[in-house]
């Protein structure tokens, strides 16, 4: 294979994704592999689309956002409108994490709470003492 183009199983090797995967990014405009017969290789522009998506992923963008945003490459407006775009989901992406980490952190003290009630109770059972009869009655 040329430097330039890589085969599905390089693809697979170098990005630590599934040939699958990439099939699907493919059937969803994501990635244009060149076809030569059944063989599909991969250029430059396919990879730097799927580090694309692949960081979009890890940050949570839907396939949707990811798609939007690699739509808008223009390097004739220096990708202007892609970069805008880009910041935008990322803020809210950003507001949408900080919130689910909120009330996760929320979560996590209660559960705490939860368990420390828990094993009070079970240190009372195991003493031979009454205890409440229900979570909800602690």
Same mark, same amino acid.
């Given at each position: 294979? !040329? ?11 170098? =990005?630590?994704? &599934?040939?699958?995967?990439? /099939? =699907? ?6 990635? !244009?592999?060149? /076809? ?12 730097? /689309?799927?580090? *694309? ?5 890890? =940050?949570? =963008?839907?396939?949707?956002?990811? +798609?939007?945003?690699? @739509? ?10 892609? &970069?805008?775009?880009?910041?935008? &989901? ?19 003290? @209660? ?9 009070? !109770? *079970?240190? +009372? ?9 229900? *979570?909800?009655? /602690?």
């Amino acid at each position: 294979m !040329s430097e330039d183009l890589m085969t599905i199983r390089e693809m697979s090797e170098t =990005f630590g994704v &599934t040939p699958r995967a990439l /099939r =699907f990014y493919e059937a969803g405009a994501l990635i !244009s592999p060149l /076809r030569k017969g059944q063989m599909r290789l991969y250029s430059r522009s396919d990879r730097a /689309r799927l580090k *694309l998506i692949l960081r979009g992923k890890r =940050f949570g =963008f839907s396939l949707d956002q990811i +798609r939007e945003i690699l @739509e808008l490459y223009n390097p004739e407006d220096k990708n202007l409108a892609q &970069t805008q775009t880009a910041l935008a &989901t990322a803020r809210d992406r950003l507001s949408d994490m900080e919130n689910q980490q909120a009330e996760l952190g929320q979560a996590i003290l @209660e559960l705490r709470q939860q368990i420390v009630e828990g094993e009070a !109770s *079970l240190a +009372r059972l195991k003493a031979g003492q009454a205890a409440p009869t229900s *979570l909800e009655e /602690r």
